[in-house]
């Protein structure tokens, strides 16, 4: 397991980092961010991804949305969302224009900035897709994982349960290693 850097400021870190878990990725892809958009821009693994679900979009909630609908729409929310977030990681020099414009408290009634806040992006209110990461700072995140969010709640589907352990997962580590903030990431990065 190992945090690498996605969009990050060469000298203090701030940006979007990403996890890598002990898991297999495709030969393109070395991190959950990256995982993620190739998984979701590819046709036939969102495909088979919504055979696989599909008790879960034929619902009255998705009433009249085809497979096709859902293919397209996930493919150009996934553009979106890796199009928005490189943006801010960016350009997120002035306090406008950071990374919690678009990464917000995972806990819709959290109000406050805990050590290690879970968080989530996604590319519309209502959009399928979610980026789950861990805030270190006003513009520092580090991405855990993501999902195809068909349920309303979290803990209705295996998927976005399996997220919320890696989330779990991610603050251990980020424990572990005395990251706590994003200047912590330097010593992550540069060890003395």
Not at 64 to 75: A, C, P, Q, S, Y
Not at 84 to 95: K, P, Q, R, S, V
Request: charged letters at 30%; hydrophobic letters at 35%.
């Amino acid at each position: 397991m190992k945090i690498i850097g996605i969009f990050v400021n060469d000298d203090t870190y701030e940006g979007l980092h990403s996890f890598v878990h002990d898991t297999d990725y495709s030969d393109e892809a070395e991190c959950e961010f990256d995982q993620l958009i190739l998984q979701w821009t590819d046709d036939e693994y969102v495909s088979n991804y919504l055979l696989a679900n599909k008790s879960f979009w034929q619902t009255p909630y998705f009433e009249g949305v085809t497979m096709d609908d859902l293919i397209e729409t996930i493919r150009a929310e996934a553009v979106k969302l890796e199009d928005l977030i490189y943006g801010y990681a960016t350009d997120g020099t002035n306090n406008s224009d950071k990374l919690q414009m678009i990464f917000k408290p995972l806990h819709d009634r959290e109000h406050r900035l805990p050590v290690h806040q879970e968080t989530k992006a996604k590319a519309s209110k209502k959009g399928l897709l979610r980026i789950y990461a861990i805030r270190l700072d006003d513009n520092t995140f580090i991405v855990t994982g993501g999902a195809i969010k068909l349920t309303k709640q979290m803990d209705e589907h295996e998927d976005t349960i399996k997220e919320l352990e890696k989330i779990e997962i991610v603050k251990k580590y980020l424990r572990a290693n005395d990251i706590t903030y994003a200047d912590d990431l330097i010593y992550y990065y540069e060890p003395e």
